[in-house]
């Protein structure tokens, strides 16, 4: 294997780290801490698991944390009157609705609802738009700890060429713009892309968030190039019958050619909470001053 594999745990550790040690500072200048209400309405197994590992991160790093906890039926007036009452609760820095909502329920107005200065996942409007123009704002979790293992790589981004693979609202836009704000040279890849193996093969920088098991093999890496894998795939193994999880890039083969590669799982994945504690930290500052 010629890459260098990203330690996403070890680098979200670092991140933790340096957010406890500015927790414990603000905390003791305030004498209170930063906080974050979490929002889960209904009973998805896999929201429930991301809600409690981020309340446990809460905990480790001293940050105060809510849950609420909605039933299913919850109505949209019913949760809209929450966010509210969150917005206006000045023990609360940072508001996060776990997503997806029932589909009874419209997530757009919701995460309009969300003050935009307690929007530590970064998905309202406001804080969008204030992204595109390089403003002040709340970067989204995934896409600010992509950034972040790149950064640490020591690899500068500047003037390379970039390539995400998808383009989500929640992943691959972002990614973009703060490549693109970091003066990379950035092609923008999707479902309609003519020779996407091709594109791919000219970026020094690889983005993938499709959601498609192993599908970027080697065949696609320019040899060196900074490869990072976002995809979280669950997929049966022949042998034993167990899910496992897998990337959207086939590491083994990828992992020939690539100068620097992420791991799935421990790449991106422990990065996503890692910059959620941070953004909340970072929106009790502005509470502040
Ligand atoms: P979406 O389904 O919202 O978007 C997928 C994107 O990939 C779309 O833009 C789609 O194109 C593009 N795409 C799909 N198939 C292909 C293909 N064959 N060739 C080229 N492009 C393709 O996914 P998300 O952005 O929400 O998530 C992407 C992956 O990242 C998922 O595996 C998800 O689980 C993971 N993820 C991981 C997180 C983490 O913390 N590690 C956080 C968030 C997501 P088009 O627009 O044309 O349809």
Do not use: W
Not at 138 to 147: D, E, K, N, R, S
Not at 219 to 236: H, R
Request: proline share 6%; charged share 25%.
């Amino acid at each position: 294997m010629a890459a260098t594999i990203i330690d996403g745990k070890a680098v979200a550790k670092d991140v933790r780290n340096e957010v406890a040690a500015e927790v414990e500072e603000f905390t003791k200048v305030h004498g209170f801490p930063p906080g974050l209400a979490v929002v889960i309405v209904g009973d998805d197994p896999a929201s429930r698991v991301y809600v409690d590992s981020k309340k446990k991160m809460c905990h480790t790093l001293g940050i105060y944390s809510e849950e609420h906890a909605l039933p299913a039926a919850t109505t949209q007036d019913q949760l809209l009157a929450l966010i509210k009452r969150l917005n206006e609760d000045p023990k609360i820095h940072g508001i996060l609705v776990q997503l997806p909502l029932p589909d009874h329920l419209d997530e757009g107005q919701v995460l309009e609802a969300i003050d935009p200065r307690k929007d530590v996942d970064g998905f309202h409007p406001v804080n969008v738009g204030k992204l595109l123009v390089g403003a002040e704002c709340f970067v989204p979790c995934t896409p600010a700890g992509v950034l972040e293992l790149i950064k640490r790589t020591g690899v500068e981004i500047k003037g390379k060429r970039a390539v995400v693979v998808g383009r989500s609202n929640i992943v691959g836009k972002p990614v973009a713009i703060l490549l693109l704000a970091e003066h990379a040279t950035v092609t923008v890849c999707h479902s309609r892309t003519r020779d996407l193996p091709g594109v791919c093969r000219e970026a020094d920088i690889l983005v993938v968030a499709i959601g498609k098991p192993e599908m970027v093999d080697a065949s696609f890496i320019k040899p060196g190039a900074v490869v990072i894998d976002v995809g979280v795939n669950e997929v049966g193994t022949s042998e034993t019958g167990r899910r496992k999880l897998v990337g959207d890039v086939k590491f083994d083969s990828a992992a020939e050619v690539a100068g620097y590669i992420t791991p799935v799982p421990g790449g991106v994945g422990p990065m996503t909470i890692a910059m959620l504690m941070r953004n909340t930290l970072v929106a009790a500052r502005r509470a502040v001053r």
